[in-house]
């Protein structure tokens, strides 16, 4: 198809359109009923819950942005509190997670638009046309 309709549906076909939650954390704090534990969690409203009322959410997020699970989040404030950082091959295998992770991501959802855009700018001056067929034969 052509128009917002056609897009619309190559990206949800490449899953773009997906709201995927990313963790932050070890393989096993990721285990489907912990998830499903945490996002019941963070469904609460603020405001008030068994009598008590309160106005904020306990999410903590790491320096990729991404939510940590509740172990991985006190495994970060253990380290704060005692002042001793995680090691180096620690630190380095949790950046490598996310390289790989955001590598991944990437992948999924096909090439990227400035690599399309570029391809379209070649297409575009090879046929001198101030337009890009996009689908169909040029006559």
């Given at each position: 198809g052509q128009g917002l309709a056609g897009t619309l549906r190559m990206l949800q076909h490449t899953g773009q359109l997906e709201q995927r939650e990313s963790f932050a954390g070890r393989a096993t704090d990721v285990k489907p009923e912990r998830v499903k534990e945490m996002l019941e969690a963070a469904a609460i409203p603020a405001g008030e819950w068994e009598g008590r009322k309160f106005s904020f959410t306990l999410d903590k997020y790491d320096q990729f942005g991404r939510r940590m699970t509740p172990k991985?989040?006190?495994?970060?404030?253990?380290?704060?509190?005692?002042?001793?950082?995680?090691?180096?091959?620690?630190?380095?295998?949790?950046?490598?997670?996310?390289?790989?992770?955001?590598?991944?991501?990437?992948?999924?959802?096909?090439?990227?638009?400035?690599?399309?855009?570029?391809?379209?700018?070649?297409?575009?001056?090879?046929?001198?046309?101030?337009?890009?067929?996009?689908?169909?034969?040029?006559k």
């Open positions: 991985e989040a006190f495994r970060e404030f253990c380290h704060r509190f005692h002042g001793m950082p995680p090691g180096r091959k620690r630190q380095a295998k949790i950046l490598a997670a996310y390289l790989k992770d955001k590598q991944e991501r990437t992948a999924q959802a096909g090439e990227a638009p400035s690599e399309a855009m570029g391809r379209m700018r070649d297409a575009q001056r090879q046929q001198a046309a101030p337009f890009v067929v996009l689908s169909g034969n040029i």
